[in-house]
């Protein structure tokens, strides 16, 4: 089963995972880290490394960041590894949402993709969705 | 200049407020409204509704929700008015990080769906990203 990890600055990844846990109860294999913006980098990146040993059980680790070029998405980005580590950014309660439905397919990457879609889906005008109905 | 008010399930809003404070500094107009998810819906309601006063300062507002179908998100719904108060759903930072710049367009449809637009354009895999460069 792929193991997830958000990491963000701030407490943002640990608000993110408190309403998975409302929403979908406690899952395994997900964790998140809020980096402290004052820690040196190599302390950071150390956080980084030791949670993904933590979250990944064989299958790989999606990395969730909060936006691309932000400190804690640079951290991540030594440990992209083809088919085996991949990093999305920008991260979203509605991709969170499809964490547990599409963690169990097999490929790493086309789990990655689908998350991307799913979080892109999830951002939209009220005013147009309410229009198509 | 139009007014935001970012609102979620727990303390979500706050997490990423807190983020935009860190990186852009504290800004005018824009409140984090983060909802109990034990309170009655009209307690939530009458929060949302005091939160809108205040950071409407006749320009309108764009209410930031976590993911549509939630409850902060179909709370704020029976506010929506055209042109004048818009919904986005699937807040996340690469949003909240242009807020600022677009803020001073005068059309509040435009706004909303500019962000919109940029919400999913920083939903990215970075493979895919750092293979373009």
Redesign the interface.
Known sequence: MIGFLIV?????A???M??CD??LGRQEGILALSLD?DAPPEVSQQQIQRALVQVNNGSGVIILT???G?TP?NL??PF?Q?GKV??????????L?KLAQLRTDKNL?EV??AL?QW??K??????E??KKK
Chains 1, 2 share one sequence.
């Open positions: 963000t600055h701030k407490d943002l640990e608000a993110l408190n309403v409302l929403i913006p909060d936006m691309l932000g998405s991540t980005l992209l083809e991949e990093v999305i950014t920008g991260v979203n309660l509605p991709m949402m990457v990655a993709a991307k979080g892109q999830g951002i939209a005008m009220a005013s969705v309410l």
